[in-house]
């Protein structure tokens, strides 16, 4: 179980996972020693995940951002396990989602334009089995994005 004060840590560190020990121990009113062990800590027990830089993905050149629907023709444990595995080489999946309501799978899929999602969806997505239906949302503005999970 974690206290405030690793939540208060796990705050900090979403905002700026480049924040020293020394820093958050200033901003804690801490000793460096405790904030040190208790990183540590949350990194082993699976409260840290991994430290990542976002990139700006327009100026790396990918401009176009799709909410991709998914359904699936069939449904058993093997169908779907085997779709979960092709789904995971496409780089331009970003996140999916095993979803409930009318569709199955919520694919989120950053490419360059639209001529890149064609060739996603008729020559990588086309070439997946058990697909019946896609159905595809283009984002027109990003109103807000954020890596950060609201941690109360």
């Known amino acids: 179980m974690i206290d405030e004060t690793d939540k208060s840590i ?3 560190v979403q905002q700026n996972s480049k924040y020293t020990i020394k820093e958050l121990s200033s901003k804690l009113n801490l000793t460096p020693t405790p904030i040190f062990e208790r990183i540590k800590r949350l990194e082993k027990e699976g409260y840290i995940l991994s430290y990542k830089a976002v990139i700006d993905r327009k100026k790396v050149g990918l401009s176009l951002v799709v909410f991709c ?5 069939q449904h058993e444990a093997s169908f779907i396990s085997n779709f979960e595995k ?3 080489q496409f780089t331009e999946v970003i996140a999916c989602f095993h979803i409930g309501g009318m569709f199955d799978y ?13 060739h996603f969806v008729a020559k990588k997505l086309a070439s ?3 697909i019946r239906q896609v159905q595809s949302s283009f984002v027109m503005a990003e109103v807000k994005a954020t890596t950060s999970l609201p941690i109360v």
């Open 10 to 12: 796990l705050r900090l």
């Open 69 to 73: 629907n998914i359904s699936l023709k």
């Open 128 to 130: 997946v089995d058990n």
């Open 86 to 88: 092709d789904i995971q």
């Open 106 to 118: 919520l694919l989120k899929v950053i490419v360059q334009d639209m001529d890149a999602y064609q």
